[in-house]
């Protein structure tokens, strides 16, 4: 025979508040599992990382721009010249390095050595043409060009080439082998007046044993001399006659013409190595009337002005394709990674995504 000891009923309370806990911590360990394989057999995702927030940079400056002059001859039309100075510094074009030829030489020489467009004119005004000319019936020329020399030397205070505020180079032609030699060095007044040396009106000019005329017999107009001379944009002055079908008047109009005819097909192949072509219209004006340098520097002015927005278009075009060039060599920032999360269990246990660079 069998005893019980009997149960307080406390203890019958408390043991049917275990089993409903237990019965409930089943139920969520049976739903937490049903959630962990479902999350297991869920296909992992792909995120992209926003990238970093970075401030723009500033628009890089635009490149400076070296723009050269080349000055043509054209003996009394060279006033022009002048003019042509004056209207693009009016309008902010300032060339860094000048070259010329014969009167481009003269008006060059003299620019590049600190005279401003003002000073320039007053210069013009007030030559008075016995100063340049020295006339010698016993050479080689009529013209001696000594005193063209001197007055160079004396307006820019005897300083040489090398030591002018503008690299500047005067163009002339050698005359033993016609080879073009463009001095870039020593004393500005000769090489001006070896430029200036026009074959039968002025003496030929010895330099180191050398004997040079006038530069226009091979480079009318000096682009290639400017280009040498560092400039990343040359505006040429075409100045020089052209055949026209008449004779034209006086010695020095003849030998004028024909020195021009002689460097026509190669000034025109020069001509086209300029990126602006700026063409007073002088042609009226004979090589020898001095009297019409008001003319001259008028039509100059005339002239440049309208060449004006071609000027600032090309100016324009190469700075833009400097900064283009810049903007290739410039590195570019990498992309953004691509991140994977393995699983949904993976966001819940804190791990991080699996990246992988941006192909």
């Known amino acids: 025979m069998l005893y019980f000891t009997p149960v307080p009923a406390a203890w019958g309370k408390a043991l049917v508040q275990a089993h409903a806990t237990l019965r409930r911590m089943s139920r969520f360990v049976f739903c937490l599992s049903l959630a962990l394989l479902a999350a297991c057999s869920s296909a992992p995702t792909h995120e992209t990382v926003p990238p970093a927030v970075v401030t723009a940079p500033k628009p890089a400056p635009l490149p400076k721009i070296r723009i050269g002059l080349a000055l043509g001859g054209g003996a009394a039309k060279g006033f022009a010249h002048i003019g042509v100075i004056k209207m693009l510094e009016a309008n902010g074009i300032r060339p860094e390095v000048v070259a010329g030829t014969s009167a481009g030489s003269v008006v060059g020489v003299l620019y590049a050595s600190g005279m401003d467009p003002y000073r320039l004119q007053q210069r013009a005004v007030a030559l008075d043409e016995s100063a340049i000319r020295d006339v010698s019936l016993f050479s080689g020329g009529v013209v001696k060009g000594q005193k063209l020399q001197d007055y160079v030397n004396g307006q820019i205070g005897g300083k040489p080439i090398e030591r002018l505020p503008k690299p500047f180079a005067a163009v002339a032609t050698q005359l033993e082998n016609g080879q073009r030699t463009v001095f870039n060095r020593g004393n500005a007044g000769q090489a001006v007046r070896a430029s200036s ?34 400039a990343d944009l040359v505006i040429a002055v075409d100045i020089s006659s052209k055949a026209n079908g008449k004779t034209p008047d006086g010695m020095l109009g003849i030998v004028n013409q024909s020195v021009a005819i002689m460097g026509q097909k190669l000034g025109e192949q020069e001509l086209a190595r300029a990126e602006v072509i700026i063409r007073p219209r002088v042609a009226a004006i004979g090589p020898a009337e001095f009297e019409q340098r008001h003319q001259a520097i008028l039509e100059g002015e005339r ?3 309208a060449a004006l927005p071609q000027i600032r278009a090309r100016i324009a075009e190469w700075q833009k394709a400097q900064l283009a060039a810049q903007e290739a060599k410039r590195p570019k920032p990498a992309p953004a990674p691509v991140c994977v999360a393995r699983s949904r269990m993976d966001k819940m246990l804190g791990r991080d995504p699996v990246c992988t660079p941006a192909q």
Do not use: N
């Not at 480079?219 to 560092?230: E, I, T, Y």
């Open 197 to 230: 040396s026009i074959p039968g009106v002025f003496e030929p000019v010895k330099i180191g044993g050398k004997t040079y005329v006038d530069g226009g017999v091979v480079s009318p107009v000096p682009v290639d001399a400017a280009r040498q001379l560092g």
């Open 303 to 305: 002239a440049a002005q």
